[in-house]
DNA sequence: CTAGAATGCGAGCGTTTACTCACATTGCCA
DNA sequence: TGGCAATGTGAGTAAACGCTCGCATTCTAG
């Protein structure tokens, strides 16, 4: 155990036939994690899930936390491209509403696969995806300082960057543990509302 | 390996020699959680780094988990005293002086072992443990919630726990992030004073 | 002082599991 | 069609590591 040096592929899949390979050996490996948590998660185990020999999946994973480390890399990229897609929308949207667009969308993303969510934030060790984890962070951050910044006029607040250090965490944490506490709240436009009034009021916003 | 399955002690310390014992192995613990991180933590490099048999690590902890389970319960505990020796001092203060000191408490929790506090976060596989963190989560939830709805008169708030949830939730998570992404964050005076803002415009507090 | 309890010891057993490798099969291109 | 590259196979290897157990040492009570 623990033998793990190199993260990245070994061999890039060049054929379709290898490429669905990887993705079954994906899938398989999200259904294991969340069948059998992390700790019960091993190569042979969803090598024989995914109905692929455990030589195939050492083609093209080194190693077991590359494994999960792929699978994790595309849960993020599922959940930050559908924030993506549409927060040039939202920004376009008067201030009121787009507090609130942005708080949905948040909340839907962590609508995505929530189970998988679920064991990847709670047992996946994150030695080494940190790195990951913070440049989607930076980028959060980054785009909430800016939309911040570009209507500073119509707001009354500080320093956009320490706001949006603010914001950003209060908002993830507040859709991520009723995600992982109490996932009825999500579809509680109750905490939504609630949500809307801490930003807004924060923010000097008058309500929409 | 993932054979463990009791968690409770199997054996208590009687003398004085073998609480001595107990103590050594966690602090050896604590040491090889942050030197090695999770991955690399063996029962056997715990007992070589506290001085003391295997035998000996068994005698007092059943089997891996529980000695890891032991250390997060204790880190916990030295946590949550501090916050709550405190707490009923603060609730007697002025609501703006309260919300700076709750603020900065959470803060001074979180530089307890940050060190630790880090690893056993970001490491550490959650599973059984997430009971003990719901149970203080409830805690620190009844307590602001019991606070808001004693003041709800000075207060420009809507349900007690609605709002209790997502001032917990965005305070636990400034604090955190804070210590995990910019730990010189937590020194500097203009984080607080912003999540000072953001909790008092929520609640409709004036300014102190 | 002594007996029995508490504590300490650590070599090594047994299992788990990540990962290899020699070989088979399939697809691609000339 | 032949030949080479890509892909697939799975029994087997080696090492890691949790944990036991039989025995030694130290404490405590009477």
Chains 1, 2 share one sequence.
Request: charged share 25%; with cysteine; hydrophobic share 45%.
């Amino acid at each position: 155990m623990q033998r793990q040096v190199r993260t990245t592929p070994r061999k890039r899949p060049r054929q379709a036939r290898s490429r669905a390979t990887v993705d079954t050996v994906l899938e398989a490996t999200a259904r294991v994690l969340v069948k059998r948590g992390f700790d019960g998660l091993t190569t042979n185990l969803v090598a024989e899930a995914a109905g692929v020999s455990i030589g195939s999946l050492y083609q093209y994973f080194p190693n077991k936390s590359a494994l999960v480390g792929a699978l994790i890399e595309k849960h993020v990229e599922d959940m930050t491209s559908l924030v993506l897609s549409e927060l040039t929308r939202v920004a376009q949207l008067p201030m009121a509403e787009a507090v609130r667009s942005v708080i949905e969308l948040m909340i839907r993303a962590h609508a995505v696969e929530p189970e998988l969510h679920r064991v990847l934030t709670e047992q996946v060790p994150r030695v080494g995806r940190m790195a990951k984890l913070r440049e989607i962070d930076a980028l959060n951050h980054r785009m909430v300082a800016g939309l911040l910044a570009s209507r500073r006029h119509e707001l009354a607040i500080g320093d956009p960057d320490m706001v949006a250090f603010v914001l950003v965490s209060a908002m993830e944490a507040i859709t991520h543990r009723a995600a992982l506490f109490a996932p009825e709240l999500l579809r509680d436009p109750r905490l939504i509302d609630e949500t809307c009034t801490m930003v807004r009021r924060y923010l000097g916003i008058a309500d929409g």
